[in-house]
């Protein structure tokens, strides 16, 4: 139950960060950037592999790295949906 917790935080963590960097927001505010977080650390890790510092189980460097990709799709996409 707490290994659920700790990843749920250092997604949102990783998330907000992938953010900060790219100066964009995720839509739906924290629970975005705990998907994005989420989901850009199994990509992250999916095609870059499990180097670097871990914490909750994520390799933090390709998952900050996944999540910056994620947030940079999901902001094309929704600036293409508000430009419709």
Same mark, same amino acid.
């Given at each position: 139950?707490?290994?659920?917790?700790?990843?749920?935080?250092? #997604?949102?963590?990783?998330?907000?960060?992938?953010?900060?960097?790219?100066?964009?927001?995720?839509?739906?505010?924290?629970? #975005?950037?705990?998907?994005?977080?989420?989901?850009?650390?199994?990509?992250? %890790?999916?095609?870059?592999?499990?180097?670097?510092? %871990?914490?909750?189980?994520?390799?933090?460097?390709?998952?900050?790295? #996944?999540?910056?990709?994620?947030?940079?799709?999901?902001?094309?996409?929704?600036?293409?949906?508000?430009?419709?």
């Amino acid at each position: 139950m707490l290994g659920w917790l700790w990843a749920l935080i250092i #997604g949102g963590i990783i998330g907000a960060l992938a953010g900060a960097i790219t100066s964009r927001d995720l839509p739906a505010g924290w629970i #975005g950037n705990i998907v994005g977080g989420l989901v850009g650390a199994w990509i992250g %890790q999916s095609l870059l592999g499990t180097w670097g510092p %871990q914490l909750a189980g994520m390799a933090l460097i390709p998952s900050i790295i #996944g999540a910056i990709v994620v947030v940079l799709i999901v902001s094309a996409i929704f600036g293409m949906r508000k430009r419709m």
